[in-house]
C-alpha cells in the first residue's frame, strides 16, 4: 500500500477516535484498537465484472467475468466532513479511481460506514472487497444460519439465501443429488445467511447491501469482504461482551417478539393424514399425558406424491376431501387448548386439474401479473422436485397484498394459529419484477419481505402475541420481522455434514446472528431412499432410526420449540407413533419441555428486549474461556442451562465441559464444582437422559426442578 502523506491525522466522532497513521488507518473506541486495516496488502480493491448466478431448485451456481481491476489502495486525506469523518483516496489499476469511506456516528456503540465511488465519468466498479486486520487465533462467528462450522475461521463463506444442500458432503449421496439434481449443496450453503459476524476479538460487522456477497477468512490474519454492489454501507458495532454486541448489533439487525403463551406450553405435533388420524393420534398423546400445544397440519391443502415423496398441492385453500368443516374442526381443537398451525409458501401451482377446488390462485395471480417472469414476459418456471410452480412477485405490493388475503381468508379466518411460512430463497437473479427492481439486488431481499408479509397479517388481524409463523429463509434484517425460525430440512442421519449435528451448529451460529429464536424439525426432515423401494440402500439410503429420533427429542427439549416432522417420507422414518416405548419418551420429554416454560418466557422477554438468543454459545456467557470458546456441540439454554446433546449412535455416556460454576446434573442430582478453568466430567448418558445442568444458583433453578417433578420427568 502505498501513501501519499506520512503525518498523522486523527478525528472523533463521539466515543470513537478515527486515526491514520502511515500506513495504517485505525479506529480506536473508549482508547481501545478495535477495528484496523491489514498490516499488508490493499484494505480497499475494486473490479468491473459481470455476474451470472444459474438457478436450479433453490440452488445457485454463481461465475463473473472480469474485465477491470483497482488492486493498488492510496489514502490521501482523512477529515471531518458535516456530521462524519470522511477517509478518501485513490485506487490504482487500469485507470485511477477515486474512492471515499464516509464513518458518521449513530450511537455510543455504532459507526455507519459508506463506501462510494467519485461519478466523474470514469468506469465505475461493480465489485468492492474491503480487508480489515485479524489476530491469527480470532474465531469468526455468525454469518446467520451456518450448519457445518460454527468457527468460519479458515472458511470461505458465500452470503446467498439458498437451500443448503442434501448429504451437503456426506458421501456418497451428494455426489448423486449434485450430479442428478444440481442439489447436493455444500458444508457453506444456507437458507438464512446473514451478513452480520462477532468474532472472539469483539469485532462486530453488518451491512445494509442486500446484494451477493463473500466473506473470506482463509488468511490467519486477515478478514475479507468481497460483495457485488457499486457501494458498501454497513455498521460497526461495538461491546464490552458478546451479549453487549449482540444488543448493539439487533438494534439493526431487528428483535423478535416474545412467543405465544400457548406455543410454550408443549409439542408441537407435525403430521398428514386427515381429521380422523389427528383426532386419534391426540387420544394416544393423552393416554401418555403428553403435553401437546398444536397439531402443525401442513397437508391442510392435500398432498400428492412426488420424487421427494409426499410433498403438498401448493393452492392455500382447505383440502375438504382430507380435512371436511376444517373450520369447524380448527376451532373444537382450540376449544379443548390444541391450537392449529398450518403451512403457506410463496410459490402457486396450476390446479386446473384437480376436483373440488374451489379457487385457482395460480390462475389468479396470472391474470393479475402477480407472478415473477422470466426474459421473454412470460411466468417464470421454477423447477421444485418433479414439478414447476409459480413464485409470487413480492416486490409487487399488489402482489404482497394478493397473499396477504389469502392468508387472512383461508387460515386466520378458521382461527389457525400459526403456520410454516416456507420457502423464499429461490429468487433467479434473472428474473424480471415489478417496477424494474433488479432481481440480483431483490434476491436476498426477498426472504426479508416474505417474513414482513406474514408478519403484517398478523398484525392487520390484531393477533400480535397470539399467532406466530416460522421460516426457514432469511436475510441480515429478518429477525425484525419474524416471529420464528427453523432450521429447514436436515438430513435424518448422525453426520455433521448433514443431520443431527447441523441443528446444534445452526443454533448456535443463527444464535449468534440476531436470529434470536429458532429449532429444528425433530428427527430431521431428508430421507433419501428411493420412495417406492421398501428397503434402505447401504450408503444412499438415509432414513430415520428410532435410536436417532429419540436423540433428537431430548435435544429439541432444549430449544424454542418442541416440534415433530414426520419427513419427506413418512413411511420410511421412524415415527413418534410407532411403538409404545417412542411414544412414552417423546411423552416425557413433551413435559420436560412444558416444565421450562416460565424460563424461556423470561428468554423470549430477553430476546425482545435485547436481540439476545434462547440457545446460545456458552462463550457468550464466558468469553474469556478458551475451552468454551472453541466447543461446537455444547449449547446453553439461556445463562442457567449447560446442554451438551449426545450426537453419536450407540453412545451411553458423554464428555461434558463445565465452567466455573456449581452446576447440578438434572437427572441424578449430583453437583459439580469446577474451579479455576472449568474442567472435563464424564456423564452417563443412556437414552431418556441427555446430560444437561443446571446452574445450581440460576435465577429459575428451583422454579424448573419444582415443575419437573411435578410433570414426573426425573426419571430415566
Aim: charged share 20%; glycine share 8%.
Amino acid at each position: 500500500m502505498s501513501l501519499s502523506t506520512p503525518s498523522a491525522k486523527s478525528c472523533t466522532l463521539g466515543a470513537f477516535e478515527l486515526r491514520w497513521t502511515a500506513p495504517r488507518f485505525e479506529i480506536l473506541w473508549k482508547n481501545k484498537v478495535v477495528w484496523k486495516t491489514p498490516n499488508q496488502g490493499a484494505f480497499l480493491k475494486a473490479f468491473e465484472n459481470e455476474l451470472e448466478a444459474k438457478e436450479s431448485r433453490g440452488f445457485f451456481r454463481m461465475k463473473e467475468r472480469l474485465s477491470a481491476r483497482w488492486v493498488d489502495c492510496n489514502i490521501l486525506s482523512l477529515e471531518a466532513a458535516g456530521d462524519g469523518v470522511v477517509l478518501q483516496g485513490e485506487l490504482l489499476g487500469d485507470t485511477v479511481l477515486s474512492w471515499s469511506l464516509r464513518f458518521t456516528l449513530v450511537d455510543g456503540e455504532q459507526l455507519a460506514f459508506h463506501v462510494s465511488f467519485l461519478e466523474d465519468g470514469q468506469r465505475q466498479p461493480t465489485c468492492v472487497i474491503m480487508n480489515w486486520q485479524m489476530d491469527k487465533n480470532e474465531r469468526v462467528f455468525g454469518l446467520g444460519t451456518q450448519f457445518t462450522h460454527v468457527d468460519l475461521k479458515g472458511k470461505k463463506v458465500p452470503i446467498l439465501s439458498q437451500e443448503p444442500g442434501i448429504g451437503r458432503g456426506v458421501q456418497p449421496i451428494t455426489w448423486m443429488m449434485e450430479t442428478f439434481f444440481g442439489a447436493g449443496g455444500t458444508t457453506v450453503n444456507s437458507n438464512a445467511p446473514s451478513t452480520h459476524l462477532l468474532t472472539s476479538g469483539l469485532k462486530s460487522l453488518a451491512l445494509e447491501n442486500k446484494e451477493y456477497a463473500v466473506y473470506d477468512f482463509r488468511s490467519a490474519e486477515m478478514m475479507s469482504l468481497q460483495i457485488y454492489a457499486t457501494e458498501v454501507k454497513g455498521r460497526l458495532f461495538f461491546g464490552e461482551t458478546p451479549l453487549d454486541c449482540l444488543e448493539v448489533s439487533s438494534r439493526l439487525i431487528g428483535r423478535m417478539p416474545p412467543l405465544p403463551s400457548w406455543l410454550q406450553q408443549g409439542a408441537v405435533i407435525g403430521m398428514q393424514g386427515g381429521r380422523a388420524l389427528v383426532e386419534q393420534r391426540l387420544e394416544q398423546l393423552k393416554a401418555h399425558q403428553a403435553s401437546v400445544a398444536a397439531f402443525w397440519l401442513q397437508d391442510w391443502v392435500g398432498a400428492r406424491k412426488t420424487a421427494a415423496g409426499h410433498q403438498l398441492w401448493w393452492n392455500w385453500e382447505p383440502d375438504e376431501d382430507t380435512y371436511p368443516e376444517w373450520g369447524a374442526f380448527v376451532r373444537r381443537l382450540k376449544s379443548a387448548g390444541i391450537r392449529v398451525m398450518a403451512y403457506v409458501n410463496p410459490f402457486l401451482v396450476n390446479v386446473a386439474s384437480q376436483k373440488n377446488v374451489k379457487r385457482n390462485y395460480y390462475q389468479e395471480a396470472l391474470e393479475h401479473g402477480y407472478l415473477i417472469k422470466n426474459q421473454k414476459g412470460a411466468p417464470y418456471a421454477i423447477m421444485n422436485t418433479s414439478f414447476s410452480a409459480g413464485l409470487l412477485d413480492l416486490s409487487n405490493p399488489k402482489a404482497r397484498q394478493f397473499v396477504k388475503d389469502i392468508i387472512k381468508e383461508e387460515m386466520l379466518s378458521t382461527e389457525v394459529s400459526g403456520w410454516m411460512a416456507d420457502f423464499g430463497e429461490a429468487l433467479p437473479f434473472d428474473a424480471v419484477l415489478h417496477g424494474d427492481v433488479e432481481a440480483s439486488e431483490y434476491h436476498n431481499a426477498y426472504p426479508e419481505v416474505w417474513a414482513q408479509v406474514n408478519r403484517e397479517v398478523i398484525a392487520e388481524a390484531g393477533l400480535e402475541g397470539d399467532v406466530a409463523f416460522f421460516m426457514r429463509s432469511g436475510f441480515t434484517q429478518s429477525p425484525a420481522s419474524a416471529t420464528l425460525f427453523w432450521l429447514g430440512d436436515q438430513l435424518t442421519g448422525w453426520r455433521a455434514e448433514d443431520g443431527i449435528k447441523n441443528a446444534v451448529t445452526g443454533l448456535l451460529s443463527s444464535g449468534m446472528s440476531g436470529f434470536a429464536l429458532n429449532h429444528s424439525d425433530i428427527g430431521g426432515y431428508t430421507a433419501t431412499t428411493l420412495p417406492h423401494v421398501p428397503f434402505p440402500l447401504s450408503a444412499v439410503g438415509h432414513c430415520r432410526s428410532r435410536e436417532l429420533l429419540w436423540r433428537w427429542i431430548e435435544l429439541n427439549a432444549f430449544t424454542a420449540v418442541f416440534r415433530t416432522h414426520e419427513g419427506n417420507q413418512p413411511a420410511k422414518n421412524y415415527q413418534i407413533f410407532d411403538d409404545e416405548q417412542t411414544l412414552a419418551h417423546f411423552a416425557r420429554f413433551s413435559r420436560v419441555y412444558a416444565a421450562f416454560s416460565h424460563y424461556r418466557k423470561s428468554l423470549c422477554e430477553e430476546a425482545a428486549q435485547k436481540g439476545w438468543p434462547l440457545v446460545r454459545h456458552p462463550w457468550l456467557h464466558y468469553p474469556d474461556n478458551d475451552t468454551l470458546r472453541g466447543l461446537e456441540y455444547q449449547m446453553m439454554l439461556g445463562p442457567d442451562v449447560m446442554v451438551a446433546p449426545v450426537l453419536e449412535p450407540n453412545q451411553r455416556s458423554q464428555r461434558v465441559y463445565l465452567p466455573p460454576d456449581h452446576w447440578t446434573h438434572l437427572w441424578s442430582g449430583d453437583v459439580f464444582k469446577p474451579g479455576g478453568d472449568g474442567e472435563w466430567v464424564t456423564v452417563d448418558a443412556p437414552l431418556g437422559t441427555p446430560p444437561v445442568f443446571l446452574r445450581s444458583h440460576g435465577r429459575s433453578t428451583c422454579q424448573i426442578l419444582e415443575k419437573l417433578s411435578e410433570n414426573k420427568c426425573l426419571g430415566g
